[in-house]
């Protein structure tokens, strides 16, 4: 009596075909056939949206859409401390809010005038996205993973660290919490002996995409805004608690060069902006939270539509 045959349909095997589609796969390999569609030579036939095909294309779309909306955008200049401290730390682990990477690229000449700047991607399609649109952009690309683990990514920009070039971090990337620092870009200044630097950038119009961060798009004709602060030393020797302590002092730096003061102590008045944008952005010429750092009036109007500060 023949035994059951496994593949999905007759191949001429001999024995009867198995209705079974769980073992199309695996029993077409056995029996010599393939599940995937063929033209008439008998090539297998590849759409225009296959998988190999998809991440080139819409990386291609991807260049393009960037390029004709910062051909529309305005970028006021850097404020003269601004431009002195992006000029003086280099190379540095440059680090911004996720929410804020649409705006760092619109802003890449003046991020990399004088400076190789490097980025993380992972070997996911979703990092090879990554790598084939800012590469052409002179960007170092460094291809390894922050979440699991992320002992290969750090390593790699270490070395490019090393190599001169100032990586781009987005610590609380990259899945969130929003705003919650992740301690690479300690540990990664601490191996590396650079600085980091923290940024802001700011648009006078955005538009919030549905991700967990509330990614701020800027609209067209807008003007995109950067502010640079004060860098941070940290120490070449570093115990657990103390990277922690320092992850946490990267948060606040951020949160102050945003205009954004700390929670206040419980009984005490403190000011937060509000995520609909309609805070008082106070005076210019406010230092918050004695970070140093003068903030310009355009600044101000610009960091409620942008930031949200922790409540």
Sequence with gaps: MPSECRCATPCGCGEAPSPAPAAARSSARRCG??????????APEVGLFDKSRRVPLLALLGRAALRLLWATLRRPPLAPDDAARLASARPAVLVVWHEQTLLAA?????????????????????GELVTRIAA??????VRGSASRGGSEGLRGLYRATRRGASPLLMPDGPRGPQHEVKPGAVVLAQMAAVPILPLHFAASR?????????????????????????????????????IDSWRREVGRRLDELAGCEPPAAPGQPGRHAEADGHD????????PGGSGTTLDRASLLFSPNLIRCRV
């Design 206 to 242: 955005v538009w919030r995409l549905g991700s967990w961060d509330r990614m701020a798009l800027p609209l067209p004709f807008s003007r995109v805004a950067l502010r640079v602060g004060e860098p941070i030393d940290v120490p070449r020797r570093l115990g657990g608690d103390e």
């Design 33 to 42: 056939t393939s599940t995937s569609k063929a033209n008439s030579s008998g």
């Design 136 to 141: 052409p952009f002179g960007i170092e690309i």
């Design 280 to 287: 008082d952005p106070g005076e210019p010429g406010a230092r």
């Design 106 to 126: 619109a802003r890449l000449r003046a991020l990399a005038e004088g400076r190789r700047l490097a980025i993380l991607a992972s070997h996911s399609n979703d």
